[in-house]
Nanobody, 118 residues
């Protein structure tokens, strides 16, 4: 059974930091590109950061220089380190896995809430 379980969300003050984790199971993690997406109330879901099976990364312009995505294949986990958080970063953050071998194999996590507020 495929599972993506996010954790690490919460309430943080502007300028603060959080680290999100996404623990994967039920598939060959190292063969999947991983990414983080977010959805704010009334807005469409958007890509925040992505990491390939080889470790290459890309980021939304709005988070470049503040967020860092990483993966630990030994732990089947992908991380999102978020620094210098802003109120506009408030959203539900979702983990996403896409097979690098079979493009139709894609999975979403259930999401974790991040709220940036004083």
């Amino acid at each position: 059974q495929v599972q993506l379980v996010e954790s690490g969300g919460g309430l943080v003050q502007p300028g603060g930091s959080l680290r999100l984790s996404c623990a994967a199971s039920g598939f060959t993690f190292s063969s999947y590109a991983m990414s983080w997406h977010r959805q704010a109330p009334g807005k469409e879901r958007e890509l925040v950061a992505a990491i390939t099976t080889g470790g290459s990364t890309n980021y939304a312009d709005s988070v470049k220089g503040r967020f860092t995505i990483s993966r630990d294949n030994a732990k089947n986990t992908v991380y999102l380190q978020m620094n210098s958080l802003k109120p506009e970063d408030t959203a539900v953050y979702y983990c996403y896995a896409r097979s690098a071998v079979h493009a139709t194999l894609r999975y979403w996590g259930q999401g974790t809430q991040v709220t940036v507020s004083s």
